[in-house]
């Protein structure tokens, strides 16, 4: 392939191999498995408190969750970053994932919210 001999050449065939990168089959499944496995996540905790909300011996517990945060995950909010970083701490600290774990994530929600 010849190399492009101008700038907006240049940024051009940038952005068509970050495209491809971006869009290939391997990272497209990636970031749908994060977003599953944070939208099963949020589905669990929102269960969990809902449970604990009946419990009458643990009077409070149903309060864990912020009735806001329930769509955070469904449509872009003000919430959804809060949720996100919850998961994301969850994942890291509780669950020990390292960095490369934690961005993908992250780039991962961006996709989906920019689709």
């Known amino acids: ?24 089959r391997r990272t ?13 996540w949020l589905e669990g905790w929102v269960e969990l408190s809902k449970s604990l909300e009946n419990d ?8 864990m969750i912020n009735p806001a945060f329930v769509n955070a995950f ?10 996100l ?3 994301t701490t969850l994942k890291c600290e509780q669950e020990g994932c390292k960095f490369a774990t934690a961005e993908a994530i992250r780039s991962s929600f961006k996709d989906y919210f920019e689709q």
């Open 56 to 63: 009458k011996e643990l009077e409070g517990a149903g309060d």
């Open 74 to 83: 469904n449509e872009i909010s003000e919430h959804t970053p809060t949720v």
């Open 1 to 24: 392939m010849p190399q492009p001999t101008t700038t907006s050449g240049l940024l051009s065939q940038v952005q068509q191999t970050t495209d491809e990168w971006f869009h290939s």
């Open 28 to 40: 497209t499944k990636g970031y749908a498995r994060n977003v599953k496995a944070g939208r099963e």
């Open 85 to 87: 970083a919850l998961y």
